[in-house]
């Protein structure tokens, strides 16, 4: 069946889809990198996104069990890849990508010349679009409605049984944020991003605030509950959407990317070290305005952007990249053992 990818100044490109057969509208983000399609799926900050993958051949090694993923489905609204792969070969492959989306009903397409559909994206910014298929459907602006409230889980889990205890504020977070935690024996417990954790008289020693989806200031109720974190001089631990509501909690400010940061290959520089790490990363907004206590601990050394707050005194501390990395890559899982010396 063939398919339109229709932008909102008129621009459009012909497709064949492989995935479920239905009209989508979302925004239009791309990501760089070889490997990962399942977990990049399953990542609820793609939420009311339609990803472009820029590597060619996408599909080749399959889908592999539920327990890999990020969470427990496709996050993202619809797919477009150069070339799909309907022959996977891979020895922990279950299902072809194309079973998998049709199985969740998410649409995509094969559009040959992602090259051109990615410089349009890279020179005007990200996009709304729609994916055409069967009906004609209205553009929609994910970054309009609350997506942390869509995407975070609802009740609250504990698991492990460490004698150090951490909750974990869900805004949409990666399933290997919890296991990098768990594998380092904490009891951790994970509360939805809106859970008041001191009316329920929870007992912690640390917060890790997870990453997610849209606008940092939508997340009014996570924010609130650092504020209050940050005054009881608790530790936190903020993961991309994470850095961000932290920042707004102490005061300071976030803005809007024009094409944000989505990959395994983003480059960021260790401030006051001649280090540079190679990260994970998937978010459209940054740090703008540093809050005051607080000093730059990392930067993008591609844009210059923010990356990274540190406390100058203080426990606190947030990262705007993936240090869990799930697929990859893995040089600053460092910061889970760092965050745990502040416990």
Same mark, same amino acid.
């Given at each position: ?60 090694? $399959? ?15 619809? /797919? ?133 989806? $849209? ?22 631990? $903020?993961?991309? /959407? ?27 520089? /260790? ?28 930067? +993008?050394? +591609? ?36 965050? /745990?010396? +502040?416990?």
């Amino acid at each position: 069946m063939k398919g339109k990818l229709i932008f909102k100044d008129g621009t459009e490109f012909l497709g064949s889809s492989f995935g479920f057969d239905s009209s989508v509208a979302g925004e239009i983000v791309f990501s760089t990198g070889m490997i990962g399609y399942p977990e990049s799926l399953t990542d609820p900050s793609f939420k009311g996104q339609i990803l472009v993958l820029t590597y060619p051949l996408i599909g080749n090694y $399959g889908v592999f069990d539920k327990k890999y993923w990020e969470s427990n489905k496709i996050q993202v609204s619809g /797919l477009i890849v150069s070339n799909y792969i309907d022959t996977p070969s891979h020895f922990e492959s279950e299902m072809t990508l194309g079973q998998w989306l049709k199985k969740e009903k998410i649409p995509a397409l094969e559009i040959k010349d992602t090259r051109a559909l990615t410089q349009k994206i890279r020179d005007e910014g990200n996009s709304l679009v729609k994916m055409i298929l069967d009906k004609d459907v209205d553009f929609y602006d994910p970054n309009k409605v609350n997506l942390v409230a869509e995407v975070a889980n609802k009740e609250v889990i504990k698991e492990g049984n460490g004698k150090k205890k951490v909750v974990l504020i869900d805004c949409g977070v990666k399933e290997n944020i919890r296991r990098e935690l768990l594998e380092r024996n904490l009891t951790v417990t994970t509360v939805p991003w809106n859970f008041d954790i001191f009316e329920n008289k929870m007992e912690f020693d640390g917060v890790v605030i997870s990453s997610g989806p $849209g606008d940092p200031k939508m997340a009014d109720k996570t924010i609130e509950t650092v504020k209050k974190l940050i005054k009881k001089e608790i530790p936190i631990f $903020g993961i991309c /959407l994470g850095n961000q509501i932290l920042a707004l909690a102490a005061g300071g400010d976030t803005y809007k990317l024009k094409l944000g940061h989505r990959g395994q290959n983003q480059p960021c520089k /260790l401030i006051g070290s001649p280090k540079c790490f190679m990260t994970t990363q998937n978010h459209g907004f940054a740090i703008g305005k540093i809050p005051k206590g607080f000093k730059p601990w990392f930067v +993008n050394a +591609n844009d210059g952007t923010n990356e990274g707050i540190i406390h100058e005194k203080l426990p606190f501390m947030s990262v705007q990249f993936h240090p869990e990395s799930s697929p990859g890559t893995w040089d600053t899982e460092w910061l889970f053992d760092f965050f /745990l010396k +502040n416990l």
